[in-house]
């Protein structure tokens, strides 16, 4: 495990808030357009992780979403699928049971949605939905740690995060509304990027700021400069609060304009949510959907 405060050093944070606001109103403003049609729709439909997270979910809520997805083809033969079921640790056996679609099994685990518990809990979690037949793992950074600057903690956890998800694909969320600046939120995607995080992910969607246009942009360029000094490529997923069409356009026009057409495809990009899958249908069909 490296020194992550000598890693983090490599990197310039010599941005404002309102820098990044001007940024993102300028792309915003230059690019929405071009994005704003039904073709972009259906590809923000096939990035989308459908997600239940809520303490009254039942077997009969998520078995009742799987059969959804497996009979999505059946409905709308024209269009793609969602890329994946998103559940708590323990629900991800009735996903794998009803599932049939090939599409990924995402669990959040280690914690979700505080992290604040012990690492050894966190550890076991994450190992379990993946024994469980979890092939993706959402995880909280130790977000108290880092407002106290332990960045060493942070990254200590989440190298052992990554080695308990095994072969699943770990997804590491910053909680971006908690992080007090867009600088912090850069430091918080290096870490969270070093510790082997194949995505870095916005937000809980249990807070009362999640995914921000501005959140995007910042962690778009973290992940641009991290390819660019070690020529790996890290995926990203905003979540929290993208439940209309223009909202998740408005994400997608700012990927595409910092990282490039390569991230526009759910192995590289995907958005946390619960309603978007009704509202893109709605606005793919010309007509309310309520299929999901």
């Known amino acids: 495990m490296e020194n992550i405060q000598e890693l983090l050093g490599q990197f310039s944070y010599d941005f404002t808030d309102e820098m ?14 071009e994005n704003d049609n039904v073709e972009v729709y259906k590809q923000c439909l096939n990035q989308i992780d459908l997600t239940t997270l809520s303490g009254d979910d039942t077997v009969k809520r998520v078995a009742t979403m799987a059969q959804k997805v497996n009979d999505f083809k059946t409905t709308f033969p024209h269009l793609p699928n969602v890329a994946a079921i998103c559940v708590y640790p323990a629900m991800v056996p009735v996903v794998k049971e009803y599932l049939k679609e090939d599409i990924g099994i995402a669990s959040v685990a280690a914690g979700f949605p505080a ?16 024994m469980e037949g979890a092939t993706e793992i959402d995880v909280v950074i130790s977000i108290g740690k880092f407002l106290e600057e332990d960045y060493q903690t942070v990254y200590d956890e989440l190298c052992e995060l990554r080695a308990a998800s095994r072969t699943a694909h770990l997804k590491v969320i910053l909680e971006t509304g908690m992080l007090q ?68 356009v ?22 946390g949510a619960s309603r978007l899958a009704n509202n893109l249908l709605s606005s793919i069909e010309g007509k309310e959907v309520k299929y999901f």
């Not at 290096?190 to 807070?207: H, Y």
């Not at 501005?214 to 890290?234: L, N, P, R, S």
């Not at 700012?254 to 495809?265: A, D, N, R, Y």
């Open 181 to 248: 600046s867009m600088a912090n939120v850069k430091k918080a995607a290096i870490i969270a990027m070093a510790a082997g995080a194949d995505f870095i992910k916005t937000s809980t969607g249990k807070t009362p700021i999640a995914a921000t246009p501005e959140a995007t942009w910042t962690m778009c360029q973290a992940i641009k400069e991290w390819k660019e000094k070690t020529g790996k490529v890290i995926g990203y997923k905003p979540a929290g609060g993208i439940a209309t069409t223009p909202e998740a």
């Open 115 to 130: 992290s604040q518990t012990f690492i050894e809990i966190k550890v076991a979690e994450t190992a379990m939905a993946v």
């Open 20 to 33: 990044v606001k001007a940024e993102v109103d300028n792309i915003l403003k230059q690019h929405t357009s």
């Open 250 to 271: 408005a994400h997608y026009t700012i990927v595409k304009s910092v990282l490039g057409s390569e991230w526009l495809t759910n192995k590289l990009f995907r958005f």
